[in-house]
């Protein structure tokens, strides 16, 4: 069953303590993306990797960051997480042709992170 | 930049009611249109899509046009069913600035009553 996996779906940690959210798709998807989804703000784009090695900010990127190491993994690494950060993340992957997306995209399930 | 803006929620309709959610754009060049559709406790699915003007995208008895002249992409059901209650996310993609990023509206929440 082609899907995009992210664990852990719920997560509540402290202040400063580093945390991974993990990502992974097996349909080959050249693109990945991290979304975050706040009340009223619809989602927003954090990181986005076009293949592997190649990774790009995307519309709110400050305290995150990613690595494309393997097509098919794109973790959501949080050095110094803040209360900011609560939030609902949500990862998708989909393939790329020339003038674009040549897929739709396809999302996880979400994971709800709570940071006190 | 390009942008979308949707309708606000919550709407709430009874069972077998017409629904239009509206959202218009703001983009320059030939983005694609999107509808997509989050039910509760999972990820987004793509729901419809228009990859040009005046294209109709439809599914699921969903339907939405792609109007360059009014820079809008509403949605529209004719009957809808309680298990259509969902939030609804209206995005684009292309056009000048933005080829590989989808852009969402701050999303429409829809809840249908038997």
């Not at chain 2, 439809?58 to 309680?82: D, I, M, P, W």
């Not at chain 2, 590989?100 to 509206?105: M, R, V, W």
């Amino acid at each position: 069953e082609a899907q995009v996996t992210q664990n852990p779906r719920y997560l509540i940690t402290v202040t400063g303590k580093k945390l991974t959210v993990t990502c992974s798709q097996n349909m080959n998807h050249e693109y990945m993306s991290w979304y975050r989804q706040d009340p009223g703000l619809g989602l927003r784009q954090i990181y986005y990797s076009m293949n592997v090695e190649v990774t790009d900010k995307g519309d709110v990127p400050e305290g995150y960051k990613v690595s494309r190491k393997e097509k098919r993994n794109f973790p959501l690494i949080l050095e110094s997480p803040s209360p900011n950060q609560t939030s609902l993340y949500f990862c998708a992957s989909g393939g790329v042709g020339i003038y674009g997306y040549n897929s739709p995209l396809h999302f996880g399930n979400g994971t709800r992170l709570t940071v006190t | 930049g390009n942008s979308v803006t949707q309708m606000e929620g919550p709407v709430t309709l009874s069972e077998e009611a017409f629904l239009t959610i509206n959202c218009t754009y703001t983009a320059t060049g030939y983005p694609s249109l999107f509808w997509y559709v989050q039910y509760p406790g999972e990820g987004l699915q793509l729901l419809l899509k228009a990859t040009k003007a005046d294209d109709k995208g439809s599914n699921k008895g969903f339907e939405a046009t792609y109007r360059k002249e009014t820079t809008s992409f509403h949605l529209e059901k004719g009957s809808v069913q309680v298990s259509d209650s969902a939030v609804y996310f209206c995005a684009l993609s292309g056009g000048a600035d933005s080829s590989y990023k989808l852009i969402f509206g701050s999303g429409t929440r829809l809840l249908v009553r038997p």
